[in-house]
């Protein structure tokens, strides 16, 4: 069973920066494609970045210039790196990967942006 976890959340300024990261198990990650997806208080959940086995990457409107995915097959994770956070990036933060029928995702990480 694949296990995904998330690090890297915390509390930051506006206009700051975080980088998150997600670690998945398995033996086939570099088959996995991995989305960031995150759930705002009150709100519903919703696509942050997604890039595929390939490399190929897709971001939300609200993270694109701001927010970089990336992958390092070797270490297992998928980096979520965020600049120019504003208050309305405050969410749980969590990170899905698939392959298959592999559909794990982690417990999430919080990031709060203080204005």
Request: proline share 3%.
């Amino acid at each position: 069973q694949v296990q995904v976890v998330e690090s890297g959340g915390g509390l930051v300024q506006s206009g700051g920066s975080l980088r998150l990261s997600c670690t998945a198990s398995g033996n086939f990650f570099s088959t996995y494609a991995v989305g960031w997806y995150r759930q705002p208080p009150g709100k519903e959940r919703e696509l942050v970045a997604h890039v595929t086995s390939g490399g190929e990457t897709n971001y939300a409107g609200f993270a694109k210039g701001r927010f970089i995915i990336s992958r390092a097959n070797a270490k297992k994770t998928v980096y979520l790196q965020m600049n120019s956070l504003e208050p309305e990036d405050t969410a749980i933060y969590y990170c899905n990967a698939r392959f298959r029928v592999v559909d794990a995702w982690g417990q999430g990480t919080q990031v709060t942006v203080a204005s």
